[in-house]
């Protein structure tokens, strides 16, 4: 089964950007739903956005018109921009398929702070 890989955290000041990626080890062209989730510790996983092999995309509401979800099925890996980025949004990023979802990867930690 296919696994994903997250990169792209880090620490950024508020109003700041980042862009996580999610690579896949395999080919992405025929997984319909890619999406993303956060997850604190003692938390439950919660979904932020998703792309759809189609392009239509979801927002949480709490990232819309500021989180940007792209796929490259060439490079099998989607991406998460992440723009004016709020201290709220620190956490464990993940990227899984729709579900059923395969195995969780180690997530990329985002840190929002001044």
């Known amino acids: 089964q296919v696994q994903f890989v997250e990169f792209g955290g880090g620490l950024v000041q508020p109003g700041g950007s980042l862009r996580l990626s999610c690579a896949a080890s395999?080919?992405?062209?025929?997984?319909?739903?890619i999406d993303w989730y956060r997850q604190a510790p003692g938390k439950q996983r919660e979904l932020v956005a998703r792309?759809?092999?189609?392009?239509?995309?979801y927002y949480a509401d709490s990232v819309k018109g500021r989180f940007t979800n792209t796929r490259d099925n060439a490079k099998n890996t989607v991406y998460l921009q992440m723009n004016s980025l709020k201290p709220e949004n620190t956490d464990v990023y993940y990227c899984?398929?729709?579900?059923?979802?395969?195995?969780w990867g180690q997530g990329s930690h985002v840190t929002i702070a001044s």
């Open positions: 395999g080919s992405i062209s025929r997984i319909y739903v």
């Open positions: 899984n398929k729709g579900p059923p979802m395969t195995n």
């Open positions: 792309i759809r092999s189609g392009g239509n995309k």
